[in-house]
């Protein structure tokens, strides 16, 4: 299963969408169905409610990110992300989401490092 199977990028865009219950309920209708987390999202689905999605990852204030040039650049979501597929609920992989992060992996590919790149307001 690819990542954009459930967070498509449909134009492609900069940031990656967030998936309904339906498309959830797809494959953990049958799948993982007994985990509470699952039935929460079941019940969401039933209700026709949002998903109350609770954010792990965010942009500071101030800073440019786009999922549109990383990918381009030949980036797999699992570089940042981890591999969320083994994951029993999501992570933070506090070391590479940080500037310190950022820039080590920039260096590591020999990606611009200046502030322009990334810092708005330059």
């Not at 339906?22 to 949002?50: F, N, T, V, W």
């Not at 800073?63 to 609920?89: E, I």
Request: proline share 7%; net charge positive; hydrophobic share 30%.
């Amino acid at each position: 299963m690819k990542c954009q199977d459930c967070h498509p990028n449909p134009d492609p865009g900069e940031h990656m969408t967030l998936p309904v219950s339906a498309k959830c309920m797809g494959c953990h209708s049958s799948i993982a169905k007994d985990k509470p987390a699952i039935q929460r999202l079941a019940a969401s689905d039933r209700a026709k409610e949002p998903i109350p999605w609770i954010r792990v990852y965010a942009v500071a204030a101030g800073v440019y990110w786009s999922h549109r040039s990383h990918l381009g650049a030949g980036l797999k979501c699992q570089d940042c992300h981890g591999d969320v597929a083994q994951m029993d609920r999501i992570v933070r992989i506090s070391e590479v989401t940080n500037m310190s992060g950022c820039m080590a992996c920039h260096k590591q590919r020999q990606a611009p490092t200046g502030c322009e790149f990334c810092h708005e307001g330059k």
